[in-house]
């Protein structure tokens, strides 16, 4: 074999490319804002579960309805517990607490690419099959239910009371259920945005922000409707279900994820308006790539007769805005802007974690601690404000649900 062989050998592979957070399915954003929140919102729910199954001596079991390419096993198997910074991470489930893990779809292809991911592994397994037509009492129950990135915005409510009361059905006291469908106020789509919700469930959506910005030269994107929701549909949802399974099922949490930073912020498809804000937090993650900060500030564009939705964003940018604006007079030693009529609490934090970073940064000689530690920092700081300011209306690309089942 020629050295040339050898090379192309290893361009087949596919893993002699150069590796960037910038683009793509799995780009920072999704890694260090998108999985991350969903893990935290999940997480004290998931340890008490764990720490439940520990005192019985029991493993847990997982099964991720759409599971695609089997993200959801990362996701759930990654969260952290709020460790201090002399301790390695701490999984909150271990690998020898996983007893089963299922990925079911109806997509052959998601399912071999999760296959090649997971590799054959006894208790990781990929399933083709519809969800809607799972027979949930062929199996033993499971402990946590996944329904991740907008999967269930591919039922209608009906199919989606019949999964609730079916899985409510067949699983044990303290089951978890995490659904994520997509907000419907997202401003992504404030074109969209309607008070006639019985009307406008669905919206056609295109996978078109993987193309970057040449999606607009794709002429045979398929488009597929997806249902959008608000906080009203989910309670109306969620009553239904209830109702259907007598009562066995709570919502615990209901939560927005994704403002601003959601796919189709960058393709500006259903709104004219919107800035290109996921590629620009991208690049705040990436390391040794410094961020123009003036252009991650958000002008907002309200849309008259929602002013809740409104409310929301705006007080969120009028947020991002200022802890933005603030981080940059940080680094340049410049005058701190004036404060605002009203600092919450989660922008309080985040320009206290922005002063202490920058202090820090300032001081190091090494490598490029502006694009390798404050801007990533200010990426995760603009995390927690969403997190901190959010009230779960669906004003997020994801409108994210934690149910328990309680017997
Ligand atoms: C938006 S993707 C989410 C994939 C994955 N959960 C993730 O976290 O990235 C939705 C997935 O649901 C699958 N899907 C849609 N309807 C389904 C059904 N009725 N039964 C099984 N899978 C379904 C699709 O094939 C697709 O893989």
Known sequence: MTKVDAYNEALKSGHYQKLTGLLGKYDNVRRFWEDEELGLYLRP?????????????????????????????????????????????????????????????????????????????????????????????????????????????????????????????????????????????????????????????????????????????????????????????????YRQAKRKVGGSIVLRKLTDRSSFVGRHMDTAKYNPHCQPLRRLVNSLFEPNLCTNLDDILIFYVPRDGFPEANNYHQRLADCWNYLVTYTKALLEGSELPEALDETPLPLRRALSVMRKVVRVASRLGIGNPRASLVEPQLGYCLRELEMGLQQGLGCGHGLVAVFEVVK
């Open 45 to 237: 729910y998931l340890e008490r579960l764990v720490a439940q199954k520990t005192e019985r001596s029991q493993k847990l079991r997982l099964l991720d309805l759409g599971c695609g390419s089997g993200d959801g096993l990362g996701i759930v198997t990654n969260i952290t517990s709020n460790s201090s910074i002399s301790e390695p991470n701490t999984i909150v489930i271990p690998p020898d607490m996983l007893e089963f893990y299922q990925g079911i779809d109806i997509n052959e292809g998601l399912l071999r690419q999760a296959r090649a991911i997971y590799g054959d592994k006894q208790n990781v397994v990929f399933v083709k099959s519809d969800f809607n037509d799972y027979d949930f009492s062929s199996e033993e129950p499971y402990d946590l239910y996944l329904a991740n990135y907008g999967t269930l915005s591919h039922n209608t409510d009906e199919q989606t009371v019949e999964l609730l009361n079916n899985i409510a059905k067949h699983s044990q006291d303290g089951a978890l259920i995490m659904i994520d469908w997509l907000g419907r106020f997202s401003y992504e789509w404030q074109t969209l945005w309607t008070k006639d919700l019985d009307n406008n469930q669905w919206m056609d959506y295109a996978i078109s922000y993987i193309y970057s910005g040449d999606w607009v030269k794709q002429p045979e994107l398929t488009y597929f409707p997806l249902r959008i929701v608000g906080s009203q549909e989910v309670l109306h949802i």
